[in-house]
């Protein structure tokens, strides 16, 4: 029911707190009111979301889609490129709660960023002379949108301090802004009021391993799975947020370690307090796990000197492994999948490398959404990310793709073993030569800006993406190339890098029919041959480079049903 207000404090509670005011949209705008000062863009009922372009789709809030309603800024749908956009979404007044100083406000959305779009929660306490401003969303990137959406986000401020020491007359009022016009969207929907308890500490967000792109390389990025020669010293920090009505004295970080075999430990932050209101981070520094292998659950909370009244919000459980020749970042369960839209792509991650060793393959885990028979590769590059080595070409199997959940990995072998420098940072990656075949990779996880990559075959740029490929490291030995199981096919490019010719070698162990074919960087075909039968023994084709252009070509060899592909380079390439 839309709109319902319950003054006074012993109202029925709303998940932790007690609910004193309420909207669902659900017998529609009721009296919020639209405000649209410059664009097409309007905040608007829906009851279906955007279904095309770029939007993640209808809001699957509590009680939006399906079946319900809720209220949208559709850039998306109505935007002008470069027509600013300005609208406003008002609450009617909300009274009868001026003897309610401290309040929060919960609301569920979906969002979208493109660039620097602004979308930000505004609060009045004198029935709309003058308002506090709230921004929300800042740290979604572009081109991303709210995580797990179009699965609603559930927004928590405290906006105690924008009431004065309470008001009998709150307007609430969602504003969108966008000064390039025709971006994504905003959707929100079940906006509550509730209670402040007196005291009431979040943990708003925890992690084992901050880091931040300013730092010099990729060293604390909180990987899932550390090698045992990679294990290094964690940085926990925990963004705690002070939601009660009273200053909270002592407030700490406790890190509950439950390692493999004997190796628990129990951590603590410095303490702090915390006001009313504030927000703050604790940290805890020092701590380096055994480098044995196995799995380490973590229980970080937050705790203080007074009895918490709501402690549900209090404690996040995270985990991480050590192996003895994996190294991951991804959670080991698919949750989303990514690809390019048709357009050839490379998507992976960026590793820090302690210990010299040697990288033997690359695991990818693929979605149910890749079409089978589909050719990949995937690439290790150096931190200016060239190209170091790449493996074979791989032909998808329906029986390699994963559905919501699972954590199936294609190991795909290095053409040669690549020894990887200690200090050094490396980018792995899955590669994809587009087309009407899709691959879609499948992601599992956050990952922090920049850390994680995607290669535009259709701009030839790199972009960074906040979710985590499921691309590994492989340092087995066992997952190295077995030339003797590709029949002897290992062609080998005198030079890779040319101007006029190349020579591409080639041995094979018996006789078989071999044909080629070149495809360029973005996946085109630009030549193929057919040698025919061919003995056993070593052979050479000519790759003419009269009529090619500059840049990357991917040769790959055809031994009857298998196929082994090289990287050659036609000189002039920046």
């Known amino acids: 029911m839309g709109g319902t207000q319950r003054p006074g404090p012993d109202a029925p509670t709303d998940r932790a707190a007690a609910l004193l005011w309420s909207e669902d949209f659900e017998s529609g705008l009721g009296g919020w009111t639209v405000n649209t000062q410059t664009g097409a863009v309007t905040w608007q009922l829906t009851s279906t979301g955007n279904t095309g372009g770029y939007t993640p789709g209808p809001l699957q809030s509590t009680t939006g889609y399906p079946g319900g309603s809720w209220v949208m800024a559709d850039s998306d749908l109505e935007g002008t490129p470069g027509v600013a956009e300005n609208t406003t979404l008002t609450s009617p007044p909300i009274t009868g709660l001026d003897t309610v100083p401290f309040m929060l406000l919960r609301f569920e959305q979906s969002f979208r960023q493109l660039n620097n779009d602004i979308t930000q929660v505004e609060v009045s306490s004198d029935g709309g002379l003058n308002w506090a401003v709230f921004p929300v969303n800042g740290e979604v990137p572009g081109n991303q949108s709210t995580p797990g ?88 920090k925990a963004l705690v947020a002070n939601n009660g009505s009273q200053v909270q004295t002592n407030v700490r970080l406790r890190a509950d370690i439950d390692g493999p075999g004997p190796n628990n430990t129990v951590l603590y932050s410095a303490p702090k307090v915390l006001q009313p209101g504030q927000v703050d981070s604790l940290y805890i520094t020092g701590y380096t796990p055994v480098a044995t292998p196995g799995t380490f659950l973590l229980n970080l909370a937050v705790v203080q000197d007074q009895t918490e009244d709501l402690p549900d919000d209090n404690a996040m459980f995270l985990r991480f492994a050590v192996a003895t020749d994996r190294f991951a970042r991804d959670e080991d369960a698919m949750q989303g999948d990514r690809d390019n839209g048709g357009d050839a792509y490379e998507l992976g991650n960026w590793y820090h490398i302690r210990s010299t060793k040697t990288l033997h393959a690359i695991d990818v885990a693929l979605s149910a959404r890749t079409d089978p028979g589909t050719l990949l590769t995937a690439s290790v590059y150096d931190e200016d990310l060239e190209l170091l080595m790449a493996t074979q070409e791989h032909e998808v199997l329906a029986s390699e793709l994963n559905l919501q959940g699972a954590h199936q990995f294609i190991s795909l072998p290095l053409i040669a073993p690549v020894e990887l420098e200690a200090g050094k940072d490396y980018f792995v990656s899955m ?43 492989n340092f087995d030995p066992a997952a190295a190339l077995n030339e003797q199981a590709l029949d002897g096919t290992a062609p080998v490019a005198m030079p890779s890098v040319f101007d006029e010719h190349t020579v591409v070698r080639y ?10 074919e070149l495809r360029d960087a973005l996946g085109r075909p630009v030549d193929q041959g057919d040698e025919g039968m061919q003995p056993a023994g070593t052979h050479h084709v000519v790759v003419n480079g009269a009529g090619l252009a500059p840049g990357l070509h991917v040769f790959s060899l055809i031994d009857g049903e298998r196929r082994s592909a090289i990287r050659i380079v036609r000189n002039g390439a920046q």
């Open 507 to 516: 041995t094979l162990d018996r006789p078989t029919r071999v044909r080629w």
């Open 149 to 236: 959406a179009p699965v609603s986000q559930i927004v928590l401020l405290n906006i105690s301090d924008a009431l004065n020491g309470g008001s009998g007359d709150i307007r609430i009022r969602f504003h969108w802004l966008s000064l390039e016009g025709f971006t994504y969207s905003w959707q929100v929907d079940d906006i509550a009021l509730l209670t402040v308890e007196e005291n009431d500490l979040r943990l708003v967000s925890a992690t084992y391993a901050d880091w931040s792109p300013d730092e010099p390389d990729f060293n604390g990025l909180p990987y899932t799975i550390y090698p045992v020669d990679e294990v290094r010293e964690l940085k926990f």
């Open 431 to 473: 590669g994809h030569y587009g087309g009407t075949e899709e691959v879609w990779v499948a992601t599992s996880g956050a990952s922090a800006a920049q850390s994680s990559l995607i290669f535009d075959g259709g701009s030839g740029q790199w972009f960074y993406v906040t979710v985590t490929p499921m691309v590994r490291m």
